[in-house]
């Protein structure tokens, strides 16, 4: 069936060093949607990516949607403890608008 | 605050209960969803509503149902609970209008249901 892998599980990171999580889909997705949720919070959405190829910024976050649109990364440059959480990435499930299916998360974790 | 708001809290109950938990979604939605997301896991979809109809199922177990009513709240209703059951529970909503919309999910605080 359709699937959103998503990797690593966690990061574990020193502050101001930089975290990369990867999503990788089984079928093409028509857009791909970024989520964070905080420890102890609720997933807050982040971006979405509709364009192959697309490139997008949020201060230190860069996002990118893949090429042939099943594969997708977040990056976050120099990491703060405020960046620390779990991040998600969801696609629509096929021949749906309105459900997701989400990658299993990955969470950073700042060392102290 | 996203919007959407859910009702209760927390919840303890015992095994073998019932209970019902509550959404109200972001003003205009019309799609709700459900999730169950136990410690430190991923979020598992149960079921999603639109304007009242139900739209799409996940890992809903039997036990479990929903539904949407006419103002666009939702409850989930929970049944012959386990100690498995013990998760945070979310609600979502979405715009979710045309078939060329791809719309963000807004998600509520949570209720946290403790099985004991």
């Known amino acids: 069936g359709q699937q959103v892998m998503q990797i690593p599980q966690y990061q574990h990171v020193q502050e101001g060093e930089d975290f990369t999580t990867y999503c990788n889909s089984s079928?093409?997705?028509?857009?791909i949607q970024w989520y964070k949720q905080r420890p102890g919070g609720h997933p807050v959405f982040l971006i979405q990516?509709?364009?192959s190829g697309e490139v997008k910024k949020q201060k230190r976050l860069t996002f990118q949607f893949g090429e042939a649109k099943k594969n997708s990364s977040l990056h976050i440059t120099a990491t703060q403890t405020t960046d620390v959480g779990t991040y998600f990435c969801a696609g629509p499930v096929i021949d749906s608008n309105y459900q997701l299916i989400w990658g299993a998360g990955t969470k950073l974790i700042i060392k102290p | 605050d996203s919007g959407v708001t859910q009702t209760p809290k927390h919840l303890i109950t015992a095994t073998g209960q019932r209970v019902t938990l509550r959404c109200s979604p972001r003003s205009g939605d019309l799609s709700v969803y459900w999730y169950q997301q136990s410690l430190d896991q991923g979020l598992q979809f149960l079921i999603q509503y639109y304007n009242g109809e139900e739209r799409a199922k996940g890992n809903i177990l039997e036990r479990f149902s929903a539904q949407q009513f006419p103002d666009l709240h939702s409850e989930l209703n929970l049944s012959s609970l386990e100690l498995g059951d013990s998760a945070l529970y979310f609600c979502a909503s979405s715009v979710a209008g045309g078939l060329r919309s791809y719309n963000e999910q807004f998600f509520g605080p949570g209720t946290r249901l403790t099985v004991l």
């Open positions: 079928t093409t997705l028509s857009n």
């Open positions: 990516l509709v364009k």
